[in-house]
């Protein structure tokens, strides 16, 4: 459970840290999309590049983000397998009927590879460097515009917030109901996969009653201190939109630029 | 059968992903004597619960041993040890309402006992057996334990731990959140339990009360080591070093102390409760 880096604010004061927390959203989802343009091995040299010298520029060790790559590193391959194994052109190396080892699998494969690594890479230097609750802030600002087709741009901002703020005290509480259980004779990770599930209930459910029992509390709790939703409120913690964010997406716009005129030759 | 617990030269530390609390626990010695009812106070992050989860398995030692009947929980130890210590030793923790789980009140008692190899029929008369003594009816067996009362859920927890028949029962303050009543009712069904069995009981409490009332013996903890074991009569015979450590006085004996100022009458013996005063008093021609 600790071992989940994606996701996790990691407290510095780098270059990143200062960015706005929308500049920073912005970036990231437009990597997803500038990634897609790459089709040559210079393109993808290119994007390691840049994202190895941002990941630097976050100050959080190689180490870390290597850690935030592992716990998906099977669905990483399964995906780069398939490209492997069932994509045909080019020269064929092996050829068992279906399955193919071909020249442009070999090369699909490995762009599908890298393609996954830089997006969790990429994205994991966002959340490394941006607190939860600004992330929160990020995105029910960059929503608003959808206020005007009456979507609750606060209502889900603050329900991502709430449920971001519980993340520490449900690890917590598990941690006690699994030692509980544990005083009472159950061996996790023991015994066939049945078995290993059975095990679980006797977690889940006390934590799934608690965690019931704690949104009715703090239901009560913002009603009797005068919530209401759908009224307009004001912001403690203000965003700044500096001239280093313009800057930052400008040079998102110059990769993606770069990308198109290599991939056109 | 009753069991006796030592602790030699114990240290523990936690660990979270990267954040590491150093040393919860540092060299503890402790010799419990085999059905004995200690009580362990300390302020709070003294280390109280970090001892009782080393007794159970649940926080393994850096340094040191822990010796609990004929088992040693050390640095690395056996799977085999975990489960029979987990046997021996019921373990109530703060709330444990919130560990039930089961569809009904019967099969949530039957839980540990059924985990730790006792067939379900026995498991079925040890819990009508138990339910019982926690002062519940029969027929609350049959109902879901999430539909029972706040005093009730929590008398249930602890059937289900004494249904393990344990030979040591740990208790992290089992009357948190009751009312005085519920919590009085809790503490005797406790003591008669511990009496009965005749179990070596370690109850974690902040109540000087319960320390005057249940305890025969008294460990206080503070900053992760044990600073003080002593039989309870001595332990609240002075107090100028409760006053250090800013403890309480129980009622009683806090009463006898102006008594025996304002008459200048000493009386013969260190009162604990209510009942000791009053014979106290009727000794010494007061009342």
Redesign the interface.
């Known amino acids: 459970m600790n071992k989940l880096i994606l996701g996790r604010y990691f407290p510095g004061d780098s270059w990143l840290h200062r960015l706005d927390p929308r500049s920073k959203l912005i970036a990231g989802v437009a990597f997803i999309f500038i990634i897609f343009l790459a089709d040559s091995l210079q393109a993808f040299a290119l994007l390691w590049v840049f994202t190895l010298f941002v990941m630097r520029l976050s100050g959080v060790g190689f180490r870390t983000y290597v850690r935030g790559v592992r716990p998906l590193i099977w669905l990483i391959l399964f995906a780069t397998l398939m490209q492997m194994l069932f994509r045909t052109g080019g020269a064929t190396f092996v050829d068992w009927g279906p399955i193919t080892i071909s020249e442009y699998g070999i090369i699909n494969g490995f762009y599908v590879f890298c393609r996954f690594v830089l997006i969790i890479f990429f994205s994991t230097v966002v959340t490394l460097t941006t607190k939860p609750i600004d992330l929160t802030d990020g995105i029910g600002s960059l929503l608003r515009p959808l206020r005007k087709l009456k979507v609750p741009v606060d209502e889900l901002a603050l329900m991502l917030s709430i449920s971001l703020r519980f993340i520490p005290n449900l690890m917590d509480e598990t941690q006690r109901i699994m030692d509980a259980q544990r005083a009472r004779g159950t061996q996790f990770g023991e015994g066939s996969l049945i078995q290993q599930m059975k095990t679980l209930v006797p977690i889940f459910l006390p934590l799934f009653a608690s965690s019931l029992n704690r949104a009715e509390d703090m239901a009560n709790a913002m009603e009797v201190r005068g919530y209401q939703s759908g009224t307009k409120r004001s912001t403690f913690r203000q965003l700044s939109w500096k001239r280093i964010d313009t800057a930052s997406l400008f040079i998102m716009v110059v990769l993606a630029g770069v990308l198109l005129v290599v991939r056109t030759i | 059968m009753a069991m006796q617990v030592k602790f030699h030269n114990v240290a523990a530390d936690y660990k979270?992903?990267p954040i590491r609390q150093s040393f919860v626990l540092q060299s503890v010695n402790l010799a419990i004597s085999s059905g004995t009812f200690s009580a362990v106070i300390g302020p709070t992050g003294s280390g109280k619960s970090s001892l009782l989860?080393v007794l159970?398995g649940?926080l393994v030692p850096k340094q040191g041993q822990a010796h609990i009947g004929d088992q040693v929980i050390e640095k690395e130890n056996d799977?085999h040890v975990y489960?029979e210590v987990?046997?021996r030793?019921?373990?109530v923790?703060q709330f444990?309402e919130?560990?039930?789980?089961?569809e009904t009140v019967l099969q949530d008692i039957c839980?540990?006992p059924i985990?730790?190899g006792v067939p379900f029929e026995e498991a079925k008369k040890l819990a009508s057996d138990v339910i019982e003594q926690v002062g519940l009816e029969q027929d609350i067996l049959t109902k879901s334990p999430?539909s029972l009362s706040g005093g009730q859920k929590r008398r249930v927890a602890i059937a289900?731990?004494l249904a393990?028949n344990p030979d040591i029962l740990v208790l992290d303050e089992p009357g948190a959140g009751l009312d005085p009543k519920g919590k009085a009712e809790i503490m005797s069904l406790i003591l008669n339990w511990h009496r009965k069995k005749e179990m070596t009981t370690l109850l974690v409490t902040h109540d000087m009360e319960d320390v005057a009332h249940y305890a025969d013996e008294v460990i206080v903890m503070e900053n992760g080591s044990v600073v003080m074991h002593e039989e309870v009569r001595d332990f609240f015979s002075d107090d100028q070093r409760l006053e250090k450590w800013s403890l309480e006085l129980p009622n009683a004996r806090r009463f006898q102390l102006k008594v025996e100022q304002d008459t200048g009458v000493k009386l013969p013996n260190i009162c604990l409760t209510k009942n000791e005063l009053v014979e106290a008093l009727i000794k010494v021609g007061l009342a």
């Open positions: 979270l992903g989860k159970n649940l799977k489960k987990r046997k030793v019921g373990m923790f444990p919130s560990q039930l789980f089961a839980f540990g985990n730790f999430f289900g731990i393990m």
